[in-house]
């Protein structure tokens, strides 16, 4: 399980460190600027030592620094005490600047005053961009790769998808984007394919009718007659099929109203027509599972036909409960699935290799009963039987 980072700690911690860092810049600055005005404030005395013509110390003292007014040179001057007890005032005068040494050479940087504190402010605002900038980058990036990507889709490449790197709602916009396209293109794949086949199953049929009209002279026998009506059979209920499978792919279209069904009853009833042999859990009662009960009973019909068509032999029906879920296995002695063909005998259109058109259906069957399962939260599996054949199993949630 990948752990996600949300966006917005992303960003708030980024903003955290950011102020932080300016916060300690900013800080170190005031405190070199503060100190550059206290060294003016209270400039540090100098000692100074007067001596005679032959070199002998005749006086000692210090001087201190006294600013001058305005932005002119500052001078020294202090008191000094000579060895034989006189006091006497020294003063020393600015140094003479050469020409074109201004004041503003000897300032510091910044400079003191508002000037100083705006330069403070554009250093401080500078390091936010600078700082700022690869954070931003690279999260306007991602969303410019996963545009690219909804672009892309959009212009008809349904192939296309965005880039899912990382673990925050970016990442999670290109997850489910890059999920809905999926679905999309395979429902879309899925349709056409639906287009295709449902073309070339309906001109069999047709085929076969414009045949035998062909070739009939006269007033149809009754055996010709037999043969026209199985053919339109087979037209209505391959179009039937068909129509109910579009309804069942399309997600928003209604399908019928949930109520409570019997389902051992409603899988006694079909057993009954279809000659098929039952068997339930006595301890049991009524299996009630939510749902639509035409398309279960379809579901349940579907599988028995099937099982019938497939089977010389007996067709046993086991209806029980698991857990939290209804179970309907119907078994069958044919001669079974091979395992590789177990999910693939599920596509629409899909027959197993060797079955023919003589063996009735045209592959749209097993396909109802998964698309009626999934849309009662329930599924549907094939697996081999001990002794050869082949058991559907149906699994609803009670």
């Given amino acids: 399980m990948t752990l996600r980072f949300p966006l917005?700690?992303?960003?708030?911690?980024?903003?955290?460190?950011?102020?932080?860092?300016?916060?300690?810049?900013?800080?170190?600055?005031?405190?070199?600027?503060?100190?550059?005005?206290?060294?003016?404030?209270?400039?540090?005395?100098?000692?100074?030592?007067?001596?005679?013509?032959?070199?002998?110390?005749?006086?000692?003292?210090?001087?201190?620094?006294?600013?001058?007014?305005?932005?002119?040179?500052?001078?020294?001057?202090?008191?000094?005490?000579?060895?034989?007890?006189?006091?006497?005032?020294?003063?020393?005068?600015?140094?003479?600047?050469?020409?074109?040494?201004?004041?503003?050479?000897?300032?510091?940087?910044?400079?003191?005053?508002?000037?100083?504190?705006?330069?403070?402010?554009?250093?401080?605002?500078?390091?936010?961009?600078?700082?700022?900038?690869?954070?931003?980058?690279?999260?306007?990036?991602?969303?410019?790769?996963?545009?690219?990507?909804?672009?892309?889709?959009?212009?008809?490449?349904?192939?296309?998808?965005?880039?899912?790197?990382?673990?925050?709602?970016?990442?999670?916009?290109?997850?489910?984007?890059?999920?809905?396209?999926?679905?999309?293109?395979?429902?879309?794949?899925?349709?056409?394919?639906?287009?295709?086949?449902?073309?070339?199953?309906?001109?069999?049929?047709?085929?076969?009718?414009?045949?035998?009209?062909?070739?009939?002279?006269?007033?149809?026998?009754?055996?010709?007659?037999?043969?026209?009506?199985?053919n339109l059979g087979e037209l209505d209920q391959l179009i039937d099929e068909i129509l109910l499978a579009s309804r069942l792919d399309a997600r928003e279209t209604d399908v019928g109203t949930f109520e409570p069904v019997d389902l051992t009853g409603l899988a006694a009833e079909e057993c009954a027509q279809a000659g098929a042999e039952l068997s339930a859990q006595a301890d049991a009662g009524t299996l009630t599972v939510d749902g639509v009960p035409r398309l279960l009973r379809r579901a349940v019909r579907n599988l028995l036909e099937n099982a019938r068509r497939y089977s010389p032999g007996p067709v046993e029906v086991d209806?029980?409960?698991?857990?939290?879920?209804?179970?309907?296995?119907v078994c069958d002695r044919g001669p079974g699935v091979p395992p590789d063909q177990c999910e693939r005998i599920f596509e629409p259109f899909y027959r197993l290799p060797g079955a023919s058109e003589r063996e009735g259906g045209v592959g749209l069957g097993l396909a109802l009963v998964r698309s009626i399962a999934g849309r009662h939260h329930g599924t549907v599996h094939c697996e081999a039987r001990e002794g050869g054949g082949a058991c559907f199993v149906l699994r609803l949630p009670v």
């Fill in 8 to 230: 917005y700690l992303r960003i708030w911690l980024a903003v955290i460190a950011a102020v932080a860092v300016l916060t300690v810049v900013f800080g170190a600055l005031w405190e070199a600027y503060r100190d550059s005005v206290r060294s003016e404030q209270t400039p540090p005395a100098r000692e100074i030592v007067i001596r005679d013509a032959a070199g002998q110390v005749i006086g000692e003292g210090a001087l201190r620094r006294v600013p001058a007014p305005g932005t002119g040179p500052s001078t020294f001057e202090g008191e000094v005490v000579l060895k034989d007890g006189r006091e006497i005032t020294v003063q020393v005068p600015p140094r003479q600047r050469r020409p074109g040494e201004g004041p503003a050479a000897l300032r510091p940087f910044p400079p003191r005053g508002p000037t100083g504190l705006f330069w403070l402010l554009g250093i401080v605002a500078l390091a936010v961009v600078l700082g700022s900038y690869p954070v931003i980058r690279r999260l306007t990036q991602r969303l410019e790769n996963v545009r690219r990507g909804v672009e892309r889709w959009g212009q008809g490449d349904l192939s296309a998808r965005a880039d899912e790197s990382g673990s925050d709602e970016v990442a999670f916009l290109a997850r489910r984007f890059n999920h809905a396209a999926e679905r999309v293109e395979t429902l879309i794949k899925s349709h056409k394919s639906l287009l295709a086949n449902a073309s070339h199953e309906l001109r069999s049929p047709l085929a076969r009718i414009r045949m035998g009209m062909e070739l009939m002279e006269g007033p149809p026998t009754p055996g010709q007659r037999r043969e026209i009506l199985r």
């Fill in 319 to 329: 209806v029980r409960r698991e857990g939290r879920h209804a179970v309907v296995r």
